[in-house]
């Protein structure tokens, strides 16, 4: 290839992913009114349809469980899935509708642990975050609380947390203590960082993602996810067999 027709040729074009191949989002924020998810019953069923399009068949939310921001309770996230599903039902939407909770790593969570029963999905997978700004000094010890309660964990976008982007090698250790990982649809467009899109890639050239979410909150993050379903990286991810949505 000389030196103009390296300026003037296109990438290759890639065909969008059909997500119907994996068919289970497991992390979203469609419950309306109770994170910073969807704010009305309108949004939630305007982003379910939109999930539809993209070949889901099933959702399952998980509204932000924050003690700071979001006091969510089971009860709270249980309530509002039935007026989900009854809305959805009206509005002649034909996708599974599930809810667990995004678990944010603070003490709150610790003292839940022993307190009450975490909402989990699948086989009592829990999915969890933990702070963007500083690296959680308690991880092994929270990882080790789940695991011996008896809940097997899931932690959210592994990509997005800064402190661990100098020492990729903290992913596998994660993984070798029980911990799967779930990687955020967008983050393969560079929408959270130029960082963030790398160690994506990273994790999945390195056959690290156990499950891939949408982690949508609003429409805007749906529009995204027409550029990621059309990225090399997604195809190779869903060609991996790593990926444990299906049997959800
Ligand atoms: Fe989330």
Redesign the pocket.
Known sequence: MNFFSRIFSKPDPVLAADLSVIGVDM???FIPGIDD?AKTMQDSLQLLRGMQEFGYRKVIT?P?VMSDFFRNTPEIILGGLDNVRKAAAEEGLNIEIDAAA?YYDDFELDKKIDQEKLLTFGGNYL?F?VSYLNEPQNISSLIFRLITSGYKPVL??PERYPFWYRRLEMFEEIREKGVLLQL?INSLTGHYSPEAKKVAEHLIDKNMVDFL?S?C?HAGHQQLMQRAIKTKALHKLLGSGTLRNSQL
Do not use: Q
């Open positions: 992390h979203s924020h998810g998980t932000h995004e999915l975050e959210a976008h955020n979410g982690d909150h």
